[in-house]
C-alpha cells in the first residue's frame, strides 16, 4: 500500500473517529496537515468509496473475509463453512486419484 493510499485511510479512520462526515476536503485537511502529500485523486476516491458505508462494521469485520462477500445477514460463515467441506471433498478425490496411480512416473 502507498503512502497515499496509506494518508487516505487514516484521516477517513481519524474523521470516523470524531464522527465528522468523511469528505474528500476534509481527509485533504488532515493529510496536509500530517505534511503529507497525496495525488488529488485519493482522497476523492476514498470519499466516494466510504460514502454510506458504516465505517465501524467495515473495521470490526477486517480479516473475516466472509464479511466482505457476503450480505448483513446472509449467514457468510456457513457459506465459509461449505467453501472449506468442499475443498477438502476435492482434495480426498485428489489424493484417492493419487492412490490408483501406483507410483509410475511418465519417465520412469
Known amino acids: 500500500m502507498s503512502d497515499s493510499e496509506l494518508a ?6 481519524i474523521l470516523h473517529d470524531a464522527q465528522i462526515n468523511i469528505t474528500a476536503e476534509k481527509m485533504n485537511l488532515l493529510i496536509n496537515a ?3 502529500t497525496v495525488e488529488p485523486i485519493w482522497p476523492n476516491l476514498f470519499a466516494r468509496a466510504l460514502e454510506g458505508k458504516d465505517i465501524g462494521a467495515l473495521v470490526s469485520n477486517v480479516g473475516s473475509g466472509a464479511a466482505a462477500a457476503a450480505a448483513p445477514g446472509a449467514g457468510g460463515s456457513d457459506a465459509t463453512e461449505q467453501k472449506e467441506e468442499k475443498k477438502e471433498e476435492k482434495k480426498e478425490e485428489s489424493e484417492e486419484e493419487s492412490d490408483d496411480d501406483m507410483g509410475f512416473g511418465l519417465f520412469d
Open 8 to 13: 487516505c485511510v487514516y484521516s477517513a479512520l
Open 34 to 36: 500530517a505534511g503529507v
